[in-house]
């Protein structure tokens, strides 16, 4: 089993930043891919980035250029920098972990075994 803490989350005004962090514990040796997802409320739970076990890196066109994802192997640690926030961005932040790699389903929620509890990222306009 894997389990994964998520934190950094909370409110900041349009234009700033935040840096959400996901601690891994427990068989971690078993994570591949590993992700960020975000839900507002009453939508569907969306793809944000991920990141291989090579370092490779997918994003959604809505935080490309914006969002970083990153990870600490030694730290079993995954994070997500998040610049020029907007409004939009307002939601439950999860990190994911996956037993396969990400090949071409980065984003996909049903590729992910393992999810945290979350972290709410508000954006205020």
């Known amino acids: 089993q894997v389990q994964l803490v998520e934190s950094g989350g909370g409110s900041v005004q349009a234009g700033g930043s935040l840096r959400l962090s996901c601690a891994a514990s427990?068989?971690?040796?078993?994570?591949?891919?590993m992700g960020w997802f975000r839900q507002a409320p009453g939508t569907e739970r969306e793809g944000v980035a991920a990141?291989?076990?090579?370092?490779?890196?997918s994003y959604a066109d809505s935080v490309k250029g914006r969002f970083s994802i990153s990870k600490d192997n030694g730290k079993h640690t995954l994070y997500l920098q998040m610049n020029s926030l907007k409004p939009e961005d307002t939601a439950m932040y999860f990190c994911a972990a996956s037993t396969v790699d990400c090949a071409d389903y980065a984003l996909y929620t049903r590729l992910f075994n393992y999810w945290g509890q979350g972290t709410q990222v508000t954006v205020s306009s």
């Open positions: 990141i291989d076990t090579d370092g490779s890196t």
């Open positions: 427990g068989y971690t040796y078993s994570m591949y891919c």
